[in-house]
C-alpha cells in the first residue's frame, strides 16, 4: 500500500504524465483486431468519453472475491473492487482467458469482525478442529503449499459436508506461533485482535471456506502481451502463471515483475506504434446508449438481489467441490441472471453514482462467471484447485492442459491447449508428503 | 435487538440547494464497522447514498476516511454496535466535496 501511494505521488509530480482518478472503464474499443482505447465514466461528473491510446495495460486484480459470499480479498463482505472487469473487458475484445476453473479456496475466520484479519499466522496454522472437538487437521505445514495448499481446504470442505461442521481453529493453551520473520504490519494486527477481543490463542474461532485467488485469468506470455495486439496485462488478472496451484507470495511477483513488464513492453510498443488509429465511433455511441440504459426509470430489478443470487449460485454450483449435473444447473441460473441485467433500476444522478458503478461492473463480474463455470465444465478431471466428485483423479493423458476460453462473435469456445513442459515431470510429487 | 441510527450528510451540489441529514434506522445482529454499515444502507436500503466503498480493510489505504461524531476516522475499523447513534459527515466540506461523503483524493 505505501509502495501504491508512493508511485502515486511520482506519477502526480510528473508533467508529461495525466493522472485520471475516480474513472470507470466501461469497455475497450479495437479497430482491426488491436485494442485502441476504452470507453470512460467520469464517476465524479457521470459524464462519458472515450480515451484512445497507443497501447493499454489491464491491472484490475482478481475476480474471485465478488464471485462467492465468503471471500478473504472482501473485507466484511466489501468490495475491494476488484470485479473481475479486466478478465471480462479483455475477453469482450477477443483475447483468450485461461484456466478460468481454476479458484484459489481458503480457510477464513468467519465473521464481520474476522474476515480482514486472515493474513495472519494465528489465523492460518490451525490447529482446526471439528465441532465435536476433534482435530480435523494440526499439521498445516506438512502440506506442499502448506496453509495455501487445495488439500486442506477440501479436507475441511469435506468435514463440513459429513455433518461435522463447524470448523474452528483453537489454539487455547498452545505456544504461539512462530513470529519470524517480524513483519511490522502482523505486529500492528496482533494489537488489534487483542483489542478486539478475537485472539485465536484465547478463544476458539469459527472458519468458514471461501474464495482466495483467481490462478486463472487474461493470457499473457513473458512480455506482459496478451494475445491482443496493443493489450497487456500484469497482477491478478492475468493467467499462465501459476496453473492450478499457487504458493503464498507468488502475487507480488505478479503484481511487480509483470507490472514492470507490462509497462515497458506497452511503451515499446507506444513507440513502435506512433499514431493512434482513430476510435471507432458507432462502438462509443452504442456503449454510451447501453450504460445510460441503465438509468430508465421503468427498470425494476434490484442489484442486491441479483448479486445475492449470482454468489449463492456460485457457491452452490461452482464451489471447491464440483459435479457435471450440478454445474449444468448452475449455468442456467446464471443464464437468468444475465437476462435480468438490463432490467436492473439505478437512480439517475449523475455524479459519484453508486450504484451505477455497481451496475456495470456487476454485467461484466456476470460475464466472467460464464466463463468460469463453462471452463470448470470442460476439464473432466480433478487438478489442484479443481475437484470434480464425478472425475476425482488427475488425468494427465487427456487433461495435462490449459483451458483455454474465447469469445468468438457471441459464442464462448472451450478449447483445451498443450502446456509447455520444462523442468519439472507431471505425475512427480515436489513437496512434502 | 435495537437498530443502529445514523445520521448521515447528503449533498449533490447539481441537485440539491443545501446539505441535509438523512436518518437510517439500520438492523445490524452484532457488533460491526461503520464501512460495512455504509455498504448496508446504500445497498439495501437507498441506492442514492455516496461514499468511497473500496475497502483495504488494513487502516492504510484511507479511502475510506469519514467523520463520525465530528472525528476523523477509518470507517473501516470504526466500530458500531446495535442501539448506538452515530452522526457521519464528509471529511471535508464544501472544500474537495464531491457528493454525500466523497471527497476528492487530492
Redesign the interface.
Known sequence: ??A?KKARRILKSRPNVTLL??MLVTRLSTKDGCVCGATVLDL?TGQFFAISAKATVLATGGMSGELYPYSSNN???????AVGAGHALACQAGAELVDMEMVQFVPLPS???F??LRYFPEFWVGPYMNARGEIVEDEVMGYPGNFYSYQLAQKLYLEIEKGNGPIYIDRRGQPPPNQEPSIQ?WAARRK?IKRLDIDPQQHKIEIVIGSHFSAGGVSINARAETTIPGLFAAGEVTGNINGALRLAGISFTQMIVFGIEAGKQAALFALEHPKTTGLPEEQAKREQNRIASFLKPENRVR??DL?RQLQQTMEKHFFIVRTRLDMIAGMEKIESIMEQIPRI???A???????WVRAIEFELLVQVAKITAASALAREESRGFHKRTDFPDEDNGRWLVHTVARQNEAKLEIRPRPVTITRLSPGVSYGAR | MEPVRALVFRFDPERDEKPRYAQYDVAMGEETYVIVLLDRIQREMDPTLSFRSYCCGLQSCGSCRVRINKKRKFACLATVKPGDELVIDPLTFPEGHIKDLVVGTE
Request: net charge neutral.
Open positions: 500500500m505505501d501504491l482518478e475516480d465524479r473485507p466484511f463482505g466489501i468490495s475491494t473492487d465473521g464481520n469482525r474476515l480482514n504490519c488489534l442489484l442486491v448479486r433500476t439505478v437512480p444522478c449523475k455524479r459519484f453514482n453508486l450504484e
